[in-house]
Nanobody, 115 residues
């Protein structure tokens, strides 16, 4: 059983930065891919970025060049560095992990970008 705990959300002005963290416990070695999705009020959940166990990354077009996903296997943690934030990045951000044991989700962390 993998458990994910996110942190790092908050309120920031447009153009600012935040770094989200997601710590995995209970089966990190079984995890293949970790990533982040977000959901804004009244909108569908959308993929933001993901990273494989080998370090391969994917980003949605709207965050390319602004967001960076990284993974510290020694700390069982995945990060999402978000720079040049825009009001349209406002959403609840969820961490997820795809493992041999199943798919797991964090509780979500709110990111609010003011204009």
């Amino acid at each position: 059983q993998v458990q994910l705990v996110e942190s790092g959300g908050g309120l920031v002005q447009a153009g600012g930065s935040l770094r989200l963290s997601c710590v995995a416990s209970g089966g990190y070695s079984s995890i293949r891919t970790m990533g982040w999705v977000r959901q804004a009020p009244g909108k569908q959940r959308e993929s933001v970025a993901d990273i494989t166990s080998g370090g391969g990354t994917n980003y949605r077009d709207s965050v390319k060049g602004r967001f960076t996903i990284s993974r510290d296997n020694g700390k069982n943690t995945v990060y999402l560095q978000m720079n040049s934030l825009k009001p349209e990045d406002t959403a609840v951000y969820y961490c997820y992990a795809v493992s041999w044991l199943g798919d797991y989700w964090g509780q979500g962390t709110q990111v609010t970008v003011s204009s």
